[in-house]
């Protein structure tokens, strides 16, 4: 059975670094392809990125320029990093696996909650 | 970058009853459209996947149809745990996008 499982600090600071990272079970990385989605508080959800385990990514243009996901083979993980935060990045972050349901997200982590606040 | 617009927002039927939520791409993806429930403070569960495949474990109460720009999710008989929230999205090209959801309530 195939497991996923945020980790990461629930708390950031404006300005500061947002990371998160994905810990994989049940089936390696390199099966599928990997990403981020999130949802603040109340709204609708927000494709964020993804990864292939060669580690080509396709990020959404909207987040571009403060996104970087990353893997890790030899972990079997995956990270997501959200530079100069605001409060408008408050919300729940959800690591989400496509496999084989097309190009549907079809495994999905709890989510965890990362509020940007001082 | 391509917007997917569900209709209702919200809806409010009864146990037993058919209902149809529907999403209109702004431009063809084929058949490059999902459907996902959500409820309250759960992550979002894959039902439909390729506008009318459905995915493993998801009752067959649940079907998709559709291709081009208009999609619709049916649901042949609500039952007491189908009270949430659906969202289409499209994966035809990136960025992926979801529509804004439709809220199913119980009347």
């Known amino acids: 059975q195939v497991q996923l499982q945020e980790s990461g600090p629930g708390l950031v600071k404006p300005s500061e670094t947002l990371s998160l990272t994905c810990t994989v079970s049940?089936?390696?990385?390199?099966?599928?392809?990997w990403s981020w989605i999130r949802q603040p508080p109340g709204k609708g959800l927000e494709w964020i990125g993804y990864?292939?385990?060669?580690?080509?990514?396709y990020y959404n243009p909207s987040l571009k320029s403060r996104v970087t996901i990353s893997v890790d083979t030899s972990k079997n993980q995956f990270s997501l990093r959200l530079s100069s935060v605001t409060a408008a990045d408050t919300a729940v972050y959800y690591c989400?696996?496509?496999?084989?349901?097309?190009?549907?997200?079809?495994?999905w982590g709890h989510g965890t909650l990362v509020t940007v606040s001082s | 970058d391509i917007q997917v617009t569900q209709s209702p927002s919200s809806l409010s039927a009864s146990v037993g009853d058919r209902v149809t939520i529907t999403c209109r791409a702004s431009?063809?993806?084929?058949?490059?459209l999902n459907w996902y429930q959500q409820k309250p403070g759960k992550a979002p569960k894959l039902l439909i996947y390729?506008?009318?495949s459905l995915q493993s474990g998801v009752p067959s109460r649940f079907s998709g149809s559709g291709s081009g720009t208009d999609f619709t999710l049916t649901i042949s008989s609500l039952q007491p745990e189908d009270f949430a929230t659906y969202y289409c999205?499209?994966?035809?090209?990136?960025?992926?996008?979801f529509g804004q959801g439709t809220k199913l309530e119980i009347e």
């Open positions: 999205q499209h994966s035809y090209s990136t960025p992926y996008t």
């Open positions: 990864i292939f385990y060669s580690g080509s990514t």
């Open positions: 390729a506008a009318s």
């Open positions: 431009q063809s993806i084929s058949s490059y």
């Open positions: 049940g089936v390696s990385v390199r099966s599928y392809y």
């Open positions: 989400v696996g496509v496999g084989a349901a097309g190009n549907a997200f079809d495994i």
